[in-house]
């Protein structure tokens, strides 16, 4: 609940091996600027290992998002290629594949604030069976550029950055008046004062 990944570290972000190009952390690039980090995600468009924009994570993102009370998830993504990514979120877990439906994100359009519906009903089967088991459990996490329904993602040659994924509660929740609070003291806190 309320976890966010601001990339201070590569904390379990992954895009399999051999991948010739890796996520890498990038310092200074994230929507605030100085001292702002961002995860770097590139992909080359072909067919073998790095053809595919896609990063996942199977350790700090796992778990019971159900019981969690998490409906959406939050995220900042810049894209750095030439063409539109229809960006996806994908788990897994006891009830197999489900994605999210995707968002477009426009070639060099700067940063993207997304707020991504995550709950079971909103899911769509890429495999999977039962997406509340799914969410109960989850095992792996991905972000990704997929036109189609699918995990695996579609073959581009471009980049993203990514910052700020947050966890988001149901609304009316104690955490999300919590989360609520939490974010008002950042915007005042980076907010410029002259």
């Given at each position: 609940m309320?976890?966010?990944?601001?990339?201070?570290?590569?904390?379990?972000?992954i895009s399999g091996n051999p991948n010739p190009n890796p996520p890498v952390i990038q310092t200074d690039s994230g929507p605030l600027g100085a001292g702002d980090n961002a995860l770097r995600v590139?992909?080359?468009g072909g067919s073998?290992?790095?053809?595919?924009?896609?990063?996942?994570?199977?350790?700090?993102?796992?778990?019971?998002?159900v019981g969690a009370g998490v409906v959406k998830l939050a995220l900042d993504l810049r894209n750095g290629g030439t063409t539109t990514l229809q960006v996806r979120l994908a788990f897994n877990g006891p009830g197999g594949w489900f994605v999210?439906?995707?968002?477009?994100?426009?070639?060099?359009s700067g940063w993207n604030h997304l707020l991504i519906d995550i709950?079971?009903?909103?899911?769509?089967?890429?495999?999977?069976?039962?997406?509340?088991?799914?969410?109960?459990?989850?095992?792996?996490?991905?972000?990704?550029?997929?036109s189609a329904v699918d995990f695996k993602g579609a073959a581009?040659?471009?980049?993203?950055?990514?910052?700020?994924v947050q966890a988001v509660p149901e609304p009316g929740s104690a955490s999300w008046l919590a989360l609520a609070g939490g974010l008002l003291a950042r915007r005042r806190r980076n907010r410029f004062i002259p």
């Open positions: 309320n976890q966010i990944e601001t990339f201070s570290g590569s904390h379990g972000w590139t992909s080359n073998g290992a790095g053809g595919k924009l896609l990063v996942f994570n199977e350790s700090t993102w796992t778990g019971d998002y999210t439906p995707s968002n477009p994100v426009l070639a060099f709950r079971p009903v909103s899911l769509v089967s890429a495999g999977g069976s039962n997406a509340a088991n799914t969410m109960g459990g989850v095992t792996e996490l991905r972000v990704l550029h997929a581009v040659s471009g980049s993203f950055l990514l910052d700020n």
